[in-house]
């Protein structure tokens, strides 16, 4: 009987919620009476794939992030470490304590809509291709532009994806990116970058479009509006 790969989850929550134009991380801040970390890791807890989380995180809210952790009985988590100030460097940091997982699955904190069974089916499908994400097709169309804004033509739709999270990948893949870009001296800006530039495709899974970044105030409206549609 073949045994169930060991996963783990780094949910990463270090940004600097510049956009969302206070001085609170949008991680701590409430949606439907819940901070935006909460909804995120009560989807990872339900996740039947998920073994253990790590989070990292900005040092100020490494304290309040205990306190959530408790408050919810969050009961999968077993690191919560400082993140970088990339989001390289964060997952690197999350990356260090993993120990021997065999897949890892990093996720936005700030993508607080996931859904349990969509982390599941991104993870299940990296067990089959060693690198998947979620993600969705393109609705509108996509123009390319010069440097005085006139178009200069229109990319094919059918081929446009909108990257989400969580990206899942086979543990030696993922380190062996990661070791590649910082010897190369370089910072991507998510994971699937990271393992294209070893030469491994990402396999897609379609999520949904109510998995929104919880990035700016107008999102905390929406995102409140998405999860009273959920009942």
Known sequence: ????????????????????????????????GKPVIAHTLAAFENALTVDDIIIAVRKQDMIAVYDIISYFGVKKVKSVVCGGTTRQQSVLSGLECAGDADYIAVHDGARALVR?????????????????????????TVKTVGKNRMTTGTADRSLMWLAQTPQAFEAGILKAAMEKAIAEHKDYTDESQLVEALGHGVYLVNGGYDNIKITTPDDIALAEQILANRG
């Open 1 to 32: 009987m073949n045994k169930k790969p060991r996963t783990t989850a780094i949910i990463v929550a270090a940004g600097s919620s510049s956009r969302m134009g206070g001085q609170v991380s949008k991680q701590l801040i409430e949606i439907c």
């Open 116 to 140: 349990s069974g969509q982390i599941d089916e991104v993870i299940s499908a990296a067990y089959t291709y060693k690198a998947a994400m979620l993600g969705v097709p393109m609705k509108d």
